[in-house]
T-cell receptor, first 114, second 112 residues
Protein backbone atom coordinates (compact mmCIF):
# COMPACT_ATOMS: atom_id res chain seq x y z
CA UNK A 1 0.00 0.00 0.00
CA UNK A 2 1.55 3.29 -1.09
CA UNK A 3 2.03 5.92 1.55
CA UNK A 4 1.43 9.64 1.43
CA UNK A 5 3.32 11.15 -1.50
CA UNK A 6 4.47 14.73 -1.56
CA UNK A 7 6.02 16.59 -4.45
CA UNK A 8 8.38 18.23 -4.93
CA UNK A 9 10.61 17.02 -2.15
CA UNK A 10 12.96 19.99 -2.29
CA UNK A 11 12.64 23.39 -3.83
CA UNK A 12 14.31 26.76 -3.71
CA UNK A 13 12.46 29.98 -4.35
CA UNK A 14 13.19 33.66 -3.96
CA UNK A 15 11.27 36.22 -1.97
CA UNK A 16 8.11 37.39 -3.67
CA UNK A 17 7.62 34.24 -5.71
CA UNK A 18 4.86 31.77 -5.16
CA UNK A 19 4.97 28.02 -4.72
CA UNK A 20 2.56 25.12 -5.05
CA UNK A 21 3.07 21.89 -3.17
CA UNK A 22 1.23 18.67 -3.92
CA UNK A 23 0.08 15.82 -1.72
CA UNK A 24 -1.40 12.48 -2.74
CA UNK A 25 -2.96 10.70 0.25
CA UNK A 26 -3.06 7.02 0.94
CA UNK A 27 -5.59 5.35 -1.33
CA UNK A 28 -9.03 5.53 0.24
CA UNK A 29 -8.14 8.29 2.68
CA UNK A 30 -10.43 11.26 2.41
CA UNK A 31 -8.95 13.70 4.89
CA UNK A 32 -5.77 15.62 4.18
CA UNK A 33 -4.09 18.05 6.50
CA UNK A 34 -1.00 20.21 6.16
CA UNK A 35 1.61 21.18 8.73
CA UNK A 36 4.56 23.53 8.68
CA UNK A 37 7.70 22.55 10.57
CA UNK A 38 10.40 25.08 11.41
CA UNK A 39 13.18 25.01 13.99
CA UNK A 40 11.77 28.05 15.74
CA UNK A 41 8.04 27.39 15.77
CA UNK A 42 8.00 23.61 15.61
CA UNK A 43 5.09 21.82 13.99
CA UNK A 44 2.11 24.03 13.26
CA UNK A 45 -1.22 23.13 11.73
CA UNK A 46 -2.01 24.87 8.45
CA UNK A 47 -5.33 23.46 7.26
CA UNK A 48 -7.39 20.34 6.83
CA UNK A 49 -9.55 19.23 3.94
CA UNK A 50 -12.22 16.62 3.66
CA UNK A 51 -14.25 15.96 0.54
CA UNK A 52 -12.88 19.05 -1.15
CA UNK A 53 -13.95 21.28 1.74
CA UNK A 54 -11.65 23.08 4.12
CA UNK A 55 -12.76 22.03 7.60
CA UNK A 56 -10.19 23.76 9.73
CA UNK A 57 -7.55 26.41 9.29
CA UNK A 58 -4.58 27.34 11.43
CA UNK A 59 -3.28 30.77 12.29
CA UNK A 60 -1.47 31.57 9.09
CA UNK A 61 -1.84 34.61 6.84
CA UNK A 62 -3.97 34.53 3.74
CA UNK A 63 -0.88 34.00 1.61
CA UNK A 64 -1.24 30.35 2.56
CA UNK A 65 -4.04 28.59 0.78
CA UNK A 66 -4.96 25.12 -0.24
CA UNK A 67 -7.47 22.96 -1.97
CA UNK A 68 -8.49 19.37 -2.34
CA UNK A 69 -9.59 17.66 -5.50
CA UNK A 70 -12.28 15.06 -6.03
CA UNK A 71 -9.66 12.28 -5.94
CA UNK A 72 -8.58 13.54 -2.48
CA UNK A 73 -5.27 14.85 -3.76
CA UNK A 74 -4.43 18.19 -2.22
CA UNK A 75 -2.33 21.19 -3.06
CA UNK A 76 -1.19 24.08 -0.97
CA UNK A 77 -0.03 27.39 -2.30
CA UNK A 78 2.06 30.09 -0.72
CA UNK A 79 2.10 33.41 -2.48
CA UNK A 80 4.50 36.32 -2.08
CA UNK A 81 7.07 34.17 -0.34
CA UNK A 82 8.97 35.51 2.65
CA UNK A 83 12.21 34.29 4.15
CA UNK A 84 10.27 32.99 7.14
CA UNK A 85 8.32 30.62 4.94
CA UNK A 86 11.38 28.42 4.65
CA UNK A 87 10.26 25.19 6.27
CA UNK A 88 9.43 21.56 5.89
CA UNK A 89 5.81 21.27 4.80
CA UNK A 90 4.23 18.00 5.81
CA UNK A 91 1.04 16.52 4.50
CA UNK A 92 -0.92 13.93 6.40
CA UNK A 93 -3.86 11.79 5.45
CA UNK A 94 -6.38 9.81 7.41
CA UNK A 95 -9.39 7.63 6.86
CA UNK A 96 -12.21 9.87 8.02
CA UNK A 97 -14.48 8.34 10.56
CA UNK A 98 -12.11 5.78 11.97
CA UNK A 99 -12.02 5.82 15.74
CA UNK A 100 -8.27 6.09 15.92
CA UNK A 101 -8.07 9.17 13.75
CA UNK A 102 -4.51 8.16 13.07
CA UNK A 103 -2.61 10.38 10.71
CA UNK A 104 -0.04 9.15 8.23
CA UNK A 105 2.54 11.70 7.20
CA UNK A 106 4.38 12.09 3.94
CA UNK A 107 8.10 12.73 3.60
CA UNK A 108 7.50 16.44 3.26
CA UNK A 109 8.44 19.21 0.89
CA UNK A 110 11.42 21.23 2.04
CA UNK A 111 11.10 24.81 0.88
CA UNK A 112 13.99 27.23 1.01
CA UNK A 113 13.27 30.90 0.36
CA UNK A 114 16.26 33.05 -0.56
CA UNK B 1 -5.52 28.18 23.38
CA UNK B 2 -4.30 24.64 23.71
CA UNK B 3 -0.66 24.33 24.74
CA UNK B 4 1.32 21.14 24.69
CA UNK B 5 4.57 21.00 26.60
CA UNK B 6 7.14 18.25 26.60
CA UNK B 7 9.99 17.71 28.94
CA UNK B 8 12.77 17.27 28.75
CA UNK B 9 13.50 18.87 25.41
CA UNK B 10 16.88 17.23 25.18
CA UNK B 11 17.83 13.90 26.65
CA UNK B 12 21.12 12.10 26.41
CA UNK B 13 21.27 8.67 27.92
CA UNK B 14 23.28 5.51 27.98
CA UNK B 15 22.22 2.30 26.35
CA UNK B 16 20.48 -0.02 28.74
CA UNK B 17 19.00 2.74 30.89
CA UNK B 18 15.35 3.60 31.41
CA UNK B 19 13.83 7.02 31.05
CA UNK B 20 10.51 8.82 30.67
CA UNK B 21 9.41 11.70 28.47
CA UNK B 22 6.51 13.77 29.76
CA UNK B 23 3.82 15.52 27.78
CA UNK B 24 1.49 17.98 29.48
CA UNK B 25 -1.40 19.70 27.76
CA UNK B 26 -3.58 22.56 28.84
CA UNK B 27 -7.13 21.69 27.87
CA UNK B 28 -9.47 18.75 27.84
CA UNK B 29 -8.73 16.15 25.21
CA UNK B 30 -8.92 12.40 25.18
CA UNK B 31 -6.85 11.75 22.11
CA UNK B 32 -3.11 11.92 22.26
CA UNK B 33 -0.55 10.86 19.71
CA UNK B 34 3.14 10.06 19.88
CA UNK B 35 5.36 10.39 16.84
CA UNK B 36 8.99 9.74 16.09
CA UNK B 37 11.05 11.79 13.68
CA UNK B 38 14.52 10.91 12.44
CA UNK B 39 16.71 13.75 11.10
CA UNK B 40 15.50 14.93 7.72
CA UNK B 41 12.62 12.49 7.75
CA UNK B 42 8.90 12.62 8.23
CA UNK B 43 6.86 11.71 11.26
CA UNK B 44 6.30 8.09 12.10
CA UNK B 45 3.25 7.24 14.19
CA UNK B 46 4.12 5.39 17.37
CA UNK B 47 1.00 5.39 19.52
CA UNK B 48 -2.55 6.64 19.47
CA UNK B 49 -4.07 6.93 22.94
CA UNK B 50 -7.83 7.33 22.92
CA UNK B 51 -9.03 7.30 26.50
CA UNK B 52 -8.11 7.92 30.08
CA UNK B 53 -5.87 5.20 31.40
CA UNK B 54 -4.88 3.98 27.96
CA UNK B 55 -1.55 2.21 27.88
CA UNK B 56 0.17 0.94 24.77
CA UNK B 57 3.48 -0.80 24.35
CA UNK B 58 5.65 -1.52 21.35
CA UNK B 59 9.05 -3.04 21.94
CA UNK B 60 11.01 -0.89 24.35
CA UNK B 61 8.50 1.97 24.26
CA UNK B 62 5.39 2.31 26.37
CA UNK B 63 2.96 5.20 26.33
CA UNK B 64 0.21 6.06 28.77
CA UNK B 65 -2.48 8.70 29.09
CA UNK B 66 -4.04 10.33 32.14
CA UNK B 67 -6.69 12.70 30.85
CA UNK B 68 -7.57 13.96 34.32
CA UNK B 69 -4.00 15.09 34.91
CA UNK B 70 -3.69 16.09 31.24
CA UNK B 71 -0.49 14.12 31.10
CA UNK B 72 0.97 11.49 28.85
CA UNK B 73 4.25 9.67 29.32
CA UNK B 74 6.50 7.84 26.92
CA UNK B 75 8.67 5.37 28.79
CA UNK B 76 11.80 3.92 27.30
CA UNK B 77 13.05 0.66 28.71
CA UNK B 78 16.65 -0.55 28.30
CA UNK B 79 17.38 2.02 25.62
CA UNK B 80 19.27 1.07 22.48
CA UNK B 81 21.03 3.34 20.00
CA UNK B 82 18.35 2.81 17.34
CA UNK B 83 15.88 4.70 19.48
CA UNK B 84 17.82 7.94 19.01
CA UNK B 85 15.38 10.37 17.38
CA UNK B 86 13.11 13.28 18.19
CA UNK B 87 9.83 12.32 19.81
CA UNK B 88 6.73 14.45 19.58
CA UNK B 89 3.47 14.24 21.41
CA UNK B 90 0.39 15.82 19.88
CA UNK B 91 -3.10 16.48 21.12
CA UNK B 92 -6.19 16.49 18.97
CA UNK B 93 -7.75 19.89 19.42
CA UNK B 94 -11.14 19.05 17.97
CA UNK B 95 -12.17 15.43 18.11
CA UNK B 96 -12.30 13.95 14.65
CA UNK B 97 -11.02 17.11 13.02
CA UNK B 98 -7.47 15.89 12.59
CA UNK B 99 -6.15 19.20 13.85
CA UNK B 100 -3.22 18.38 16.07
CA UNK B 101 -1.29 20.63 18.39
CA UNK B 102 2.25 19.36 18.80
CA UNK B 103 4.68 19.61 21.65
CA UNK B 104 8.13 21.04 21.05
CA UNK B 105 9.68 17.63 20.66
CA UNK B 106 12.22 15.76 22.77
CA UNK B 107 15.54 15.10 21.10
CA UNK B 108 16.74 11.79 22.43
CA UNK B 109 20.34 10.69 22.00
CA UNK B 110 21.33 7.24 23.17
CA UNK B 111 25.02 6.67 23.56
CA UNK B 112 26.63 3.24 23.30
Amino acid sequence: KAGVTQTPRYLIKTRGQQVTLSCSPISGHRSVSWYQQTPGQGLQFLFEYFSETQRNKGNFPGRFSGRQFSNSRSEMNVSTLELGDSALYLCASSLFGQATGELFFGEGSRLTVL
Amino acid sequence: ELKVEQNPLFLSMQEGKNYTIYCNYSTTSDRLYWYRQDPGKSLESLFVLLSNGAVKQEGRLMASLDTKARLSTLHITAAVHDLSATYFCAVELIQGAQKLVFGQGTRLTINP
